[in-house]
Structures are given as C-alpha cells and as structure tokens.
C-alpha cells in the first residue's frame, strides 16, 4: 500500500500538479468512450466491435457485461468492458520484446485512452504515459536482477474515486488499464 502512494506521489511530483487533482464523479460512460476514443486516436483507423461471447458455464459473472474489442490498423489488442453504459474496464496489449513503432503506437493509445476516460488535455496524457512507462520500465529491470519468480513491472495509480490506472510489463508483452473501483 504503502508502495503504491509513494508511486502516486512520485508521478505527482514528476508530472506537476494537474496530475494530482483527482476526479470527484465518474469521468466518462461507456458509450461516451466509445465516441471519444476513436477521435483521440484519429490517426489510426479505430472502432469498437461487439465478439460473438458464449458464456456458458459462466452463470453470473458475464451476466450482463458487454464486451467491446477495439478493431485498428495497429499491431496491438484492446478491450473495453461495460455494463450498460457504465465504464467497468479497458485493457490494451502488446506483445514484447516491440519494434519501436509498435511501442510509439501503444503510447498513441495509452494517451488516447487517458484522454477518452479521464478528458484531460494531450500534454497531461503524454507526462503521465511517459512516466508510468519509465517506471514500469524500471521496476521490470529490477525484478530480472532480483531474479524474481514472476518477472514484472507494475505501476498502480488511483485516480479518485471513479477509476484506477495501471500498466504491467513483463518480458512477453506490456498490458494498460483503466478500470472503475466499483461494479455496481
């Protein structure tokens, strides 16, 4: 715990102090994300599909959560889950080690998400990417020294109380979240 608000309080500091206003309702509804994101990323060619989902087995835990796959020209996986229109989840994917334009792409989306969930403006976006990525950068080149049993970097940061953000790099591929704290 204690971890995770010196990591805020490091992006904090290293970002200035718009990062540091938190968000008193929930920034964004599902279909409002949808609408934003696409245009936050306006130099991919962007939509959200809706998968064939069969859930059988599952009882209540799908019941009711609308799953979005994030369709694009780029070379990485997205998903955004919903309930109604209420934002639960959005996850994007690479796998690594990347080329550097697959890495500067996933930057592009992280920046697009951040912008779609939160509204913040595009030089905001770009400080927070770039530091969360430094980190978990760092704390994966950590855990290889310390030749740890699962080899990761996370970097945690809760916005508020409407949304956390997260990024988890391992050594096959660098996963961004964006997640509500609540599921009601």
Not at 59 to 76: V, W
Request: charge should be negative; glycine fraction near 6%.
């Amino acid at each position: 715990m204690k971890a995770v608000a010196l990591v805020g309080l490091a992006l904090c500091l290293s970002t200035g102090p718009a990062f540091c206003a938190t968000v008193k309702t929930p920034p964004t509804g599902c279909d409002s994300f949808m609408k934003d994101f696409p245009a936050a990323a306006s130099a991919f060619r962007v939509s959200f599909e809706r998968p064939l989902t069969i859930s059988r087995g599952f009882g209540e835990a799908l019941s009711g959560i609308d799953i979005h796959i994030l369709s694009t020209n780029a070379d990485l996986d997205g998903t955004l889950k919903c309930r109604g229109d209420q934002f639960l989840r959005f996850e994007l994917r690479i796998n690594a080690p990347a080329k550097e334009k697959v890495l500067a792409d996933f930057d592009a989306f992280e920046q697009a998400a951040l912008i779609s969930a939160f509204h913040w403006d595009r030089a905001k976006t770009e400080a927070v990417v770039k530091a969360i990525s430094a980190d978990a950068a760092e704390y994966l080149r950590a855990s290889e020294q310390r030749g740890d049993v699962y080899l990761a970097g996370k970097v945690e940061y809760h916005q508020g109380d409407a949304l956390d953000l997260g990024i988890i790099w391992t050594p096959s591929d660098h996963t961004f979240v964006i997640a509500s704290q609540s599921d009601e």
